[in-house]
């Protein structure tokens, strides 16, 4: 069912993991997607030919998010291809783990730069291409709400911003019709959270569900979220984490 036929979408850090689920998923519904990558060119081929195999269509973008300006030209290359963009995924995320103590400067800048600053970003560059109607989706995580062991602060830090972010944004882009929110996980099985990982016992530990989530069920409520169901939500948090908050 194509859902989303005609619409035009925007994901960031979508080689792998749960961008690279969004854009499977998006795409398959009929969106024409676009998404970023700072390093891994392989995988981002292999997923554009996965997608156009599948008669659908995707475009990669190197841009690394800690590079605003490289997040400013990879939405507007994106506008360039498809005329417009429907739905904006700020997806691309890094984990700095440390606690207080130890987090050194140049860390604490990246990832404020690639989990915080470039969603400023793409959200303001975007807002030039996006027309009345538009989606944002931002990949946010329970650690907004729950951080229940020592070294996540900073990674936290970042999550909260999102949180909030959120909610100011849907405020100001209402009056456009233009939905924003934040999908929180808890952890979800990809190679920057392996379910095989270190962390994997302490973390099901905390989870009311004893498992690791799947990139494709960060996916689907994605789409629901840049769904025709869903034009009522916006500013919203919402869990998908396994009980991990509960
Ligand atoms: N997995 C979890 O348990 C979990 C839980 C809660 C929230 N999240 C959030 O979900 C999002 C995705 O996480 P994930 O687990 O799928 O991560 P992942 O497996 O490490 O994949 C990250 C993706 O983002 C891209 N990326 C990383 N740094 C980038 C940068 N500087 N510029 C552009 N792209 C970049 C990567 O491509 P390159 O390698 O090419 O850079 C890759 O496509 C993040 O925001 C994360 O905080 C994850």
Sequence with gaps: MAVLAG???????????????????????????????????????????????????????????????????????????????????????????????????????????????????????????????????????????????VGGSVYALTKGAIFSFTKGLARDLGPRNITVNNIQPGPVDTEGNPASGPFAETLLGLMALKRYGKAEEIAGMVSYLVGPEAGYITGASLLIDGGFAA
């Design 7 to 149: 619409k035009a979408a925007l994901v960031t850090g979508g080689s792998r993991g749960i961008g690279a689920a969004i854009v499977l998923r998006l795409a398959s519904e009929g969106a024409s997607v676009a998404f970023t990558y700072s390093s891994s060119s392989e995988q981002a081929n292999s997923l554009v030919e996965k997608v156009a195999a599948a008669g659908g269509k995707a475009i990669a973008i190197k841009a690394d998010a800690a590079d605003q300006e490289a997040v400013r030209a990879a939405v507007r290359e994106t506008a360039k291809q498809f005329g417009k963009i429907d739905i904006l995924v700020n997806n691309a995320g890094i984990i700095v783990l440390g606690s207080i103590d130890e987090i050194k400067e140049a860390d604490f800048q990246r990832i404020l730069s690639v989990n915080v600053h470039s969603v400023f970003t793409a959200t303001q560059e975007v807002l030039h291409h996006m027309p009345d109607g538009g989606r944002i989706v931002h990949i946010g995580s329970v650690n907004s709400e729950r951080m229940p062991f």
